[in-house]
């Protein structure tokens, strides 16, 4: 089993950041591809960003994100991070850490039932 835990939400204004951080425990997560999704009250859930297990081989952004967000792993801490830079309003949202083991080093799952492991979630808020 793999226990996902995300820290680092808050509120912030717009035009500010937030660095969101999933503390991977349970088994080494070496070869788990990684991802972030978000859901905002009364919208879908969307993925936000992806990351292959191989650390920078492979990496998605959904388009809202891109140039904005970074997404990028520690192995020794067995940790993901999401850095949220220019945030608007519209990335409100619960921000949920997500993880899958896979043998392929390129593979960036981008759909919710391509993972198997959540974490519990943390809220995003920005204000305008």
């Known amino acids: 089993q793999v226990q996902l835990v995300e820290s680092g939400g808050g509120l912030v204004q717009a035009g500010g950041s937030l660095r969101l951080s999933c503390a991977a425990s349970?088994?080494?997560?070496?070869?788990?591809?990684m991802g972030w999704f978000r859901q905002a009250p009364g919208k879908e859930r969307e993925s936000v960003a992806a990351?292959?297990?191989?650390?920078?081989?492979?990496?998605y952004y959904t388009d809202s994100v891109k140039g904005r967000f970074t997404i990028f792993r520690d192995y020794a801490k067995n940790t993901v991070y999401l850095q949220m830079n220019s945030l608007k309003p519209e990335d409100t949202a619960v921000y949920y850490c997500?993880?899958?083991?896979?043998?392929?080093?390129?593979?960036?799952?981008?759909?919710?039932?391509?993972?198997?492991?959540w974490g519990q979630g943390t809220q995003v808020t920005v204000s305008s």
């Open positions: 990351i292959s297990w191989r650390s920078g081989s492979s990496t």
């Open positions: 997500v993880a899958r083991y896979s043998e392929d080093y390129y593979y960036t799952p981008k759909h919710s039932d391509e993972y198997t492991y």
């Open positions: 349970g088994r080494t997560f070496s070869r788990f591809a």
